[in-house]
Structures are given as structure tokens and as C-alpha cells.
């Protein structure tokens, strides 16, 4: 069964006098263990698309059903609890606190799960991650002391933690050389095949998108299967 859909889905902004229609009657499924990806010249609606998923942003029109459920119609309350139980999101400016740790930082989302675990074991869950992404040395360091890269590989961890069953990551290599790409690609795949993780990735890198099961291309808030 499909974990995501997204039906007609069309999403439009007001910026100053004209309309601007980010996301236009948009349909898909991704079924569990899938990893997609999503590609577009910049502006095109990819992260307007994404928010629209993650049901942080409602629709103008059109529905999404997360887990056979109809997000798009929920009260906020409801809307909050669907997205901390499936969603991990990975922003595109990463959204970390400056001052805290990396560790500190990762640590956020667990705050507000429902299924807490001991701290013991988030700590193994976490320095399992960091290693395989090749951080652990920076768990203790203060985030506003870490290059792009490791920022982004912090957030990355963050955003699964809790072990949600979807991954929404906005570009999540962008700040990444080559061998960091791999590193991230490689886990992300890793989590879809190994573990039946869902995940839907921005991206701008083409060697980044040949690593999904499917392309799609937005263009102007259209989307289109993507034939390499
Ligand atoms: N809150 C908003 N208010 C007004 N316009 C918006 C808003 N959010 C997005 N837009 C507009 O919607 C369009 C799509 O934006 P979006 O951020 O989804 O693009 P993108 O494909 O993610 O671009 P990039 O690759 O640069 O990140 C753009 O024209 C943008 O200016
Ligand atoms: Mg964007």
C-alpha cells in the first residue's frame, strides 16, 4: 500500500500583487521502502511541495493521506500529531540552535515523541548514526563551530531519530562534497532498503537522484515523471 499520496494537490502564495501558483494540481504515491526524488530548476515549488507533504503547509485544493489517513483535512492538533509520528524532515537551511551542541541539537525531536526511550539508548541510536556518517567526533561540539557539511549530517540525524516512517530532506547533500554525498545517499538508501523508510528527496544533483527508485521533475509546479 502507498505510505504517501498526494492527489490534485495545488498550492498558490500571494507576493505583493500577483499569485504566484508554487504547486500546480500535483498528484503521486510513494509506497513504503521507496525512495524518490524530486528535481526542478530553482523556484520551481520543490520545498513548497515538500511542506505540502509534510503537512506543514495546507493545500488550496486537492488531498494527502499519510498512512491511508486524509492529513489535509485535520484540525491542527491531529495535523502536529501525524507529522511528529511520520515525518523526519531534513530543512534546507538545516534549522539548528547556534549555541547548543550537536548532540544537544539532535536531541530536540525526542523531546516531543510520544514513545520516549531511555537516554542510554537514544545515545546508542545516535552515535550508531554518527558513525556511520562519519561525525562522532563532532557530537560534542557547538554547532556554530561545525563547516555546512557537518551541520548538515547533524540535521540529517535529527531528523530521524525518532525513527519516523517517512524522511522528507530538502536538498540534503547540498553542502556536501562528493564523498560526504555518498556518506548521506548511501545511509538514506540504507534506511529505505534495510529498514522500509520512506523518502522523498529534493535535490539539484543528478548523481543524487540515479541513487532513487523513481524521478520526478517540477517544473513551474508541474510534475512530470523524469526519463533519464
Ligand atoms: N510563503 C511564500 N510567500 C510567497 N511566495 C512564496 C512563498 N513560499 C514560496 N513562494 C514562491 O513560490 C515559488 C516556489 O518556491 P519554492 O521555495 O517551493 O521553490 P524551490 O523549488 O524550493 O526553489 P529552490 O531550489 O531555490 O529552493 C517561488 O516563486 C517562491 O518565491
Ligand atoms: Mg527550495
Excluded: W
Amino acid at each position: 500500500m502507498e505510505l504517501l499520496s498526494v492527489r490534485n494537490v495545488s498550492k498558490s502564495f500571494k507576493d505583493h500583487n500577483y499569485k504566484v501558483h508554487a504547486v500546480r494540481d500535483v498528484s503521486f504515491d510513494v509506497h513504503q521502502g521507496e525512495m524518490v526524488a524530486i528535481i526542478g530548476p530553482s523556484g520551481s515549488g520543490k520545498t513548497t511541495l515538500l511542506n505540502l507533504i509534510g503537512i506543514v503547509i495546507s493545500p488550496d485544493s486537492g488531498e494527502i493521506y499519510v498512512d491511508g489517513q486524509k492529513a489535509s483535512d485535520m484540525n491542527d492538533a491531529m495535523r502536529c500529531r501525524i507529522r511528529n509520528q511520520y515525518f523526519g524532515y531534513i530543512v534546507q537551511d538545516f534549522a539548528l540552535i547556534e549555541e547548543d551542541t550537536a548532540m544537544q541539537n539532535i536531541l530536540v525531536p525526542t523531546l516531543y515523541s510520544k514513545h520516549k526511550k531511555s537516554a542510554r539508548e537514544y545515545r546508542e541510536i545516535i552515535n550508531n548514526m554518527a558513525e556511520k556518517m562519519q561525525i562522532s567526533e563532532k557530537l560534542k561540539s557547538t554547532v556554530k563551530n561545525l563547516s555546512g557539511g557537518e551541520r548538515q549530517r547533524v540535521a540529517i540525524i535529527r531528523s530521524i531519530v525518532n525513527d519516523q516512517k517517512i524522511i522528507l530532506a530538502d536538498e540534503p547533500t547540498g553542502s556536501l562534497d562528493k564523498d560526504n554525498s555518498k556518506i548521506v545517499i548511501n545511509y538514506l538508501r540504507e534506511l529505505a532498503d534495510d529498514f522500509k523508510k520512506t523518502v522523498v528527496i529534493v535535490t539539484h544533483d543528478l548523481s543524487v537522484a540515479r541513487q532513487c527508485d523513481r524521478i520526478f521533475n517540477l517544473d513551474d509546479g508541474i510534475l512530470t515523471p523524469f526519463k533519464l
